[in-house]
């Protein structure tokens, strides 16, 4: 079942300056020869995807890896490139290190002419033992210096990322870094507990890490949410936070189990009702390999699981209009049960999860789909 | 081929566990050319893959062996071989039955055994004739001198003439054959008498229906003959008779009184089959069944139901099929608040339990939830009369219970001197009652206690064996009721009492057993969504407490660049996880839980 929005496009830039210890998606450092013939390999795949399809497109989002790392003209020329409709949310995944050492105010003010509207900057942390215990380079300094270099360009919607659960971290440095954002005037945070991934450099050291135990992240994750809604940035998804008005719309296009085209190595895709992904390899990519399927994409089962991630939960008026039918009552009813321990509100309008829930969704969204 | 009765030999093995039964079954079979060499698998008789895979023999099983002795003269020699493990007493005593003889296998180094002994009462109550053998001379630590001795003092058989052999290399097996022709008597039988043939055991095919497997006694029954059931008066019309070969059966005209063979009628239901009745015929029926079966009773009881409901309808089905060939083994439904609707059923102990559990499981591919075992109990109430429990779900409100009794064993272990400590110890802890202690030789002694049965069905046996590193056996048999205070524990989880977890205990354990329970439940109940309290009462009393915490984290924060793909792996591994687990109330509870219960033992 399709929805008559226009589709976002995700596109994969899959280099790194250099690999921090946390991190399991895919990415390695590459010299500018790979950046460029990655570079025209995209647009070539755009090219063709819009040609073959028609398609125009409501988002685009580079996510990574590190984006920035591509520089600014590769990045302007992939933009210009897309069939972007009036209004489109054009988002660029960047890191600060990157912006405060490599760029200049004219790289950034190229990016943003070539229709760049949204920045996303891994902070992740504004303290700065935190951030060195993460392996990231740029101090508080070069953040500040990197979200001006943004405002400059005329770009007002950016985004900072926050890691909870990190070593040294307490409430109140979390409340530290809340404050950095905003002070700085992000309009959106991206705020996810550290989840310690299988084959990570921090999966083997985790031991040694200090890392506060369970009931130390929930309240940490809690405390979070309260702290960003006492400084104005409203809870949408599980990890996102938004001034209203300033939510990631292309985000919001996974949330709502909506289309969107991924373009890239490694990139994944919901598109003409499949879920196909390119494999992880640049190499590969840039000779022209097709993608691989990944079978049907947009069943209930999918809409549900994605849809709870939301503050706005799982609608009736929405499962309506998507499926035909309302929310089943078997899962309202399983509902009403976790609803009496707190995690959720379910009611004649739908099921919508709280921040308490919000921690163990997994376990509800297992519990409703069984 | 002869048909004489003076050639006929129709005899059993026996052994404790491990001395080499099946082994030397084998070779017998492989000596008389029964089998082709191709078709030698390691232990042919033990054709389930579950006696192969634990090295015991559970179910009987039936041979006819065509020998040429050392007189010239052929020989028909019927081996009925027979399961080592006192849970089975009754399938020894079944086989034996129909019998005239046996061989008693001794292990060369490690003598006679707790079972040596038990098998060889069972044989002498049957008037059989004893060949005794000594097997594994093979072995570096074999001594067939002592052995032979220990079986001559111990028994009192004469062993000048006991083979010694290896059954394992083949070492002088041929004189076994040849003990068995000279010592086992032929059968006395009359084929003139009205048929009466004694049914040891049976298997069910597809085709055929019940294949009744028997010994003749008296008389003679052919295809034609309408045959009658004397216990339950079912009566059909023999289809065909023959002998068991070792892979196949072989089809005659005729089995006449003395031999041992099969019998096919299109018999459909299972219980109209009954091992342990007298085959007659209804043109000339017998007017006494045999004597022959000691009837046996279930001891230990539990609640089998299948992890999925609706398996239900399969579960009988299976467990009707299992009793065809193990009267042993009693069922009815049952059904339970927590579990939903299953079969209390009755196994001679637990191993016996054991074993039906995994043939249902594996043979009939079903997942089961067992119940903790129980015996029966004989509760006294206030109004005069005495009700037997053997399910604690039916366990009267203390208020009105003025005395309880509860079975006892004599047990005998036999183990090296080094280890009477140890023994003794293990059942002290077990409210064991010390009778007496004697020498069998010089290192090993025989301990004589006197045991509640509901001390030694949990896991008595695996307990006894670590703490004597194998080397101590144990026999039991039923002695008597006598009075014991007992209580009844149940579970409560999240306030809800979880009837398929409630037991009898002895009040002098029941704190201690509590605590455990509690604790393994914790350690076995995955944290859900909310706090759950684990308590375990006696009537309302609560005894032992702990509590699951509630789970606090379980989520995906980070789900970018549009990968669902791992979340949704992630969905279908919890999903599946939850179909594992079992709903009570508000709780759920993965079937770990249960078995965590079940094997509780002193030394965890």
């Given at each position: 079942?399709?929805?008559?929005?226009?589709?976002?496009?995700?596109?994969?830039?899959?280099?790194?300056?250099?690999?921090?210890?946390?991190?399991?998606?895919?990415?390695?450092?590459?010299?500018?020869?790979?950046?460029?013939?990655?570079?025209?390999?995209?647009?070539?795949?755009?090219?063709?995807?819009?040609?073959?399809?028609?398609?125009?497109?409501?988002?685009?989002?580079?996510?990574?890896?590190?984006?920035?790392?591509?520089?600014?003209?590769?990045?302007?020329?992939?933009?210009?490139?897309?069939?972007?409709?009036?209004?489109?949310?054009?988002?660029?995944?960047?890191?600060?290190?990157?912006?405060?050492?490599?760029?200049?105010?004219?790289?950034?003010?190229?990016?943003?002419?070539?229709?760049?509207?949204?920045?996303?900057?891994?902070?992740?942390?504004?303290?700065?033992?935190?951030?060195?215990?993460?392996?990231?380079?740029?101090?508080?300094?070069?953040?500040?210096?990197?979200?001006?270099?943004?405002?400059?360009?005329?770009?007002?919607?950016?985004?900072?990322?926050?890691?909870?659960?990190?070593?040294?971290?307490?409430?109140?440095?979390?409340?530290?870094?809340?404050?950095?954002?905003?002070?700085?005037?992000?309009?959106?945070?991206?705020?996810?507990?550290?989840?310690?991934?299988?084959?990570?450099?921090?999966?083997?050291?985790?031991?040694?890490?200090?890392?506060?135990?369970?009931?130390?992240?929930?309240?940490?994750?809690?405390?979070?949410?309260?702290?960003?809604?006492?400084?104005?940035?409203?809870?949408?998804?599980?990890?996102?936070?938004?001034?209203?008005?300033?939510?990631?719309?292309?985000?919001?296009?996974?949330?709502?189990?909506?289309?969107?085209?991924?373009?890239?190595?490694?990139?994944?895709?919901?598109?003409?009702?499949?879920?196909?992904?390119?494999?992880?390899?640049?190499?590969?990519?840039?000779?022209?390999?097709?993608?691989?399927?990944?079978?049907?994409?947009?069943?209930?089962?999918?809409?549900?699981?994605?849809?709870?991630?939301?503050?706005?939960?799982?609608?009736?008026?929405?499962?309506?209009?998507?499926?035909?039918?309302?929310?089943?009552?078997?899962?309202?009813?399983?509902?009403?049960?976790?609803?009496?321990?707190?995690?959720?509100?379910?009611?004649?309008?739908?099921?919508?999860?709280?921040?308490?829930?919000?921690?163990?969704?997994?376990?509800?969204?297992?519990?409703?789909?069984? | 081929?002869s048909n004489k009765k003076e050639n006929i030999r129709n005899?059993?093995?026996?052994?404790?566990?491990?001395?080499?039964?099946?082994?030397?079954?084998?070779?017998?079979?492989?000596?008389?050319?029964?089998?082709?060499?191709?078709?030698?698998?390691?232990?042919?008789?033990?054709?389930?893959?579950?006696?192969?895979?634990?090295?015991?023999?559970?179910?009987a099983?039936a041979?006819k062996?065509?020998?040429?002795?050392?007189?010239?003269?052929?020989?028909v020699?019927n081996?009925i071989?027979?399961?080592?493990?006192?849970?089975?007493?009754?399938?020894?005593?079944r086989s034996l039955a129909a019998c005239d003889?046996?061989?008693?296998?001794?292990?060369?180094?490690?003598?006679?055994?707790?079972?040596?002994?038990?098998?060889?009462?069972?044989?002498?109550?049957h008037d059989?004739?004893?060949?005794?053998?000594?097997?594994?001379?093979?072995?570096?630590?074999?001594?067939?001198?002592?052995?032979?001795?220990?079986?001559?003092?111990?028994?009192?058989?004469?062993?000048?003439?006991?083979?010694?052999?290896?059954?394992?290399?083949?070492?002088?097996?041929?004189?076994?054959?040849?003990?068995?022709?000279?010592?086992?008597p032929a059968p006395t039988a009359d084929e003139n008498l009205p048929l009466r043939a004694l049914i040891f055991d049976s298997i069910?095919?597809?085709?055929r229906g019940v294949i009744v497997y028997v010994r003749v006694m008296d008389g003679k029954i052919k295809a034609g003959d309408t045959m009658r059931m004397m216990a339950t008066g079912a009566q059909f019309t023999v289809v065909e008779v023959g002998y068991m070969?070792?892979?196949?059966l072989e089809p005659t005209d005729e089995l006449t009184a003395g031999e041992v063979g099969y019998i096919t009628a299109s018999i459909k239901t299972v219980g109209d089959a009954r091992v342990g009745d007298t085959v007659t015929t209804a043109e000339n029926p017998a007017a006494e069944p045999l004597p022959g079966y000691?009837?046996?009773?279930?001891?230990?009881?539990?609640?089998?139901?299948?992890?999925?409901?609706?398996?239900?309808?399969?579960?009988?089905?299976?467990?009707?099929?299992?009793?065809?060939n193990?009267a042993?083994?009693?069922?009815?439904?049952?059904?339970?608040?927590?579990?939903?609707?299953?079969?209390?059923?009755?196994?001679?102990?637990?191993?016996?339990?054991?074993?039906?559990?995994?043939?249902?499981?594996?043979?009939?591919?079903?997942?089961?939830?067992?119940?903790?075992?129980?015996?029966?109990?004989?509760?006294?109430?206030?109004?005069?009369?005495?009700?037997?429990?053997?399910?604690?779900?039916?366990?009267?409100?203390?208020?009105?219970?003025?005395?309880?009794?509860?079975?006892?064993?004599?047990?005998?272990?036999?183990?090296?001197?080094?280890?009477?400590?140890?023994?003794?110890?293990?059942?002290?802890?077990?409210?064991?009652?010390?009778?007496?202690?004697?020498?069998?030789?010089?290192?090993?002694?025989?301990?004589?206690?006197?045991?509640?049965?509901?001390?030694?069905?949990?896991?008595?046996?695996?307990?006894?064996?670590?703490?004597?590193?194998?080397?101590?056996?144990?026999?039991?048999?039923?002695?008597?009721?006598?009075?014991?205070?007992?209580?009844?524990?149940?579970?409560?989880?999240?306030?809800?009492?979880?009837?398929?977890?409630?037991?009898?205990?002895?009040?002098?354990?029941?704190?201690?057993?509590?605590?455990?329970?509690?604790?393994?439940?914790?350690?076995?109940?995955?944290?859900?969504?909310?706090?759950?309290?684990?308590?375990?009462?006696?009537?309302?009393?609560?005894?032992?407490?702990?509590?699951?915490?509630?789970?606090?984290?379980?989520?995906?924060?980070?789900?970018?660049?549009?990968?669902?793909?791992?979340?949704?792996?992630?969905?279908?591994?919890?999903?599946?996880?939850?179909?594992?687990?079992?709903?009570?109330?508000?709780?759920?509870?993965?079937?770990?839980?249960?078995?965590?219960?079940?094997?509780?033992?002193?030394?965890?």
């Open positions: 079942m399709m929805t008559a929005d226009k589709p976002g496009l995700y596109i994969h830039i899959p280099f790194c300056r250099s690999k921090c210890p946390y991190c399991d998606f895919y990415s390695f450092t590459a010299d500018e020869a790979t950046k460029e013939e990655y570079t025209a390999s995209i647009i070539k795949n755009i090219i063709i995807w819009q040609a073959e399809t028609g398609a125009e497109f409501s988002t685009v989002y580079f996510g990574g890896g590190t984006p920035s790392q591509l520089g600014s003209e590769n990045l302007s020329k992939i933009i210009k490139a897309i069939n972007k409709q009036p209004d489109c949310e054009v988002t660029v995944e960047c890191n600060p290190f990157d912006l405060s050492e490599s760029w200049s105010a004219d790289d950034m003010l190229r990016l943003a002419d070539s229709g760049a509207n949204r920045i996303s900057m891994g902070m992740q942390s504004a303290i700065e033992n935190e951030r060195k215990a993460l392996g990231r380079k740029a101090g508080r300094e070069q953040v500040e210096k990197a979200v001006k270099l943004i405002k400059q360009s005329g770009i007002d919607n950016f985004s900072l990322d926050l890691m909870l659960g990190i070593p040294y971290q307490t409430v109140d440095t979390i409340k530290e870094s809340i404050a950095f954002c905003t002070e700085s005037g992000a309009k959106h945070v991206s705020s996810y507990l550290l989840k310690i991934e299988q084959g990570t450099p921090f999966e083997k050291v985790e031991k040694l890490l200090d890392l506060p135990d369970e009931d130390g992240c929930c309240e940490m994750y809690l405390a979070a949410c309260e702290e960003l809604e006492k400084q104005g940035y409203k809870q949408y998804e599980i990890s996102n936070f938004a001034v209203p008005g300033f939510e990631s719309r292309h985000n919001l296009i996974y949330w709502d189990c909506r289309e969107y085209l991924g373009i890239g190595a490694a990139a994944h895709s919901f598109f003409g009702g499949k879920r196909f992904y390119y494999p992880s390899d640049v190499q590969q990519f840039i000779s022209g390999v097709k993608p691989v399927d990944d079978g049907e994409g947009g069943s209930f089962e999918e809409y549900v699981m994605l849809r709870l991630r939301l503050t706005e939960g799982l609608t009736n008026s929405g499962c309506m209009k998507r499926f035909g039918h309302d929310i089943p009552k078997e899962m309202l009813e399983k509902a009403s049960i976790n609803e009496k321990h707190g995690l959720l509100k379910a009611d004649e309008s739908g099921i919508r999860l709280n921040p308490k829930g919000f921690l163990v969704s997994n376990a509800i969204i297992a519990d409703l789909l069984s | 081929m005899f059993s093995i026996i052994a404790h566990i491990d001395h080499g039964k099946s082994t030397l079954a084998d070779r017998l079979l492989e000596l008389t050319d029964s089998v082709a060499k191709r078709d030698m698998t390691a232990q042919l008789l033990d054709n389930m893959d579950l006696e192969r895979e634990r090295g015991i023999t559970i179910k099983h041979v062996l065509n020998y040429k002795a050392d007189d010239g003269q052929e020989y020699l081996l071989d027979t399961p080592g493990h006192v849970d089975f007493n009754y399938e020894v005593s003889g046996a061989i008693l296998i001794i292990d060369a180094s490690q003598g006679v055994e707790a079972q040596t002994l038990a098998n060889t009462y069972l044989a002498l109550d059989l004739e004893l060949v005794p053998v000594i097997n594994k001379i093979d072995l570096p630590a074999a001594d067939p001198d002592r052995v032979a001795a220990e079986v001559e003092d111990i028994i009192g058989l004469d062993c000048s003439e006991a083979p010694r052999v290896s059954a394992k290399t083949g070492e002088n097996i041929e004189q076994v054959l040849e003990r068995i022709v000279r010592d086992i069910y095919d597809s085709y070969r070792a892979t196949s000691r009837k046996v009773n279930p001891m230990v009881f539990c609640g089998i139901y299948p992890a999925d409901g609706a398996d239900y309808e399969s579960l009988r089905d299976a467990l009707e099929k299992l009793q065809l193990d042993a083994l009693s069922y009815e439904p049952e059904t339970s608040g927590a579990l939903g609707f299953g079969f209390r059923c009755g196994f001679l102990g637990l191993l016996h339990l054991e074993i039906i559990q995994e043939r249902l499981e594996r043979e009939y591919n079903l997942d089961l939830v067992t119940t903790v075992p129980s015996v029966i109990y004989k509760i006294h109430l206030s109004d005069g009369s005495i009700v037997e429990i053997d399910n604690p779900t039916n366990y009267p409100d203390p208020a009105y219970i003025t005395a309880c009794e509860e079975p006892m064993t004599n047990a005998h272990i036999y183990a090296p001197s080094d280890y009477v400590g140890a023994v003794m110890d293990l059942c002290q802890d077990r409210r064991g009652v010390f009778k007496d202690m004697s020498y069998i030789t010089n290192g090993r002694v025989d301990i004589h206690y006197e045991l509640p049965l509901n001390e030694i069905i949990y896991d008595f046996f695996d307990t006894l064996k670590s703490r004597t590193r194998g080397y101590a056996s144990f026999d039991y048999e039923i002695s008597d009721y006598q009075p014991s205070k007992l209580v009844k524990l149940d579970v409560l989880l999240n306030g809800d009492i979880i009837d398929a977890l409630s037991f009898i205990i002895h009040s002098d354990k029941a704190y201690g057993r509590a605590r455990k329970i509690a604790e393994k439940l914790k350690d076995n109940i995955p944290r859900q969504m909310f706090e759950i309290p684990i308590q375990i009462a006696i009537g309302g009393k609560v005894i032992a407490r702990e509590t699951v915490k509630a789970m606090r984290k379980d989520v995906l924060a980070k789900c970018y660049g549009g990968d669902i793909t791992r979340k949704k792996k992630l969905l279908e591994k919890q999903k599946e996880g939850k179909k594992r687990m079992r709903q009570f109330g508000t709780v759920e509870v993965p079937q770990e839980a249960f078995m965590a219960v079940l094997k509780l033992d002193d030394d965890s």
